[in-house]
């Protein structure tokens, strides 16, 4: 599966932004989805995942009530909602896909578990 993320750009502290990932090759909902981020100088870091039937979700502490995961699996596509944005949410931002044999089966954290991983959209929150 090829991943395409989108929707990045400037914005200031409390804006909104909304990502997209788009997926092409192999079905779409057989894979979990994730969000990761990366800040110069630091490691790539979890954001939030959903499974493939967004039955569940799951977030990192630091975007918890104020990013959503969705996806629309007729549209191939998943997205990240991120309202109150703060600087420290700086970062390339990448989608990525992990293939699952459970419909209802759990998000996923471990970036390791990720196969597919996107080319990263830059998100710069600053006044």
């Known amino acids: 599966v090829q991943l395409q993320a989108s929707g990045g750009g400037l914005a200031r502290p409390g804006d909104s932004l909304r990502l997209s990932c788009a997926a092409s090759g192999r079905a779409f909902s057989a894979y979990v989805m994730g969000w990761f981020r990366q800040s110069p100088g630091k490691e790539r870091e979890f954001v939030a995942s959903?499974?493939?039937?967004?039955?569940?979700?799951t977030y990192a502490d630091s975007v918890k009530g104020r990013f959503t995961i969705s996806r629309d699996n007729t549209k191939n596509t998943v997205y990240l909602q991120m309202n109150g944005l703060k600087p420290e949410d700086t970062a390339v931002y990448y989608c990525a896909a992990d293939w699952q044999s459970s419909y209802y089966g759990p998000p996923q954290t471990e970036s390791s578990r990720y196969n597919y991983w996107g080319q990263g959209t830059q998100v710069t929150v600053s006044s």
């Open positions: 959903i499974n493939r039937s967004s039955s569940s979700t």
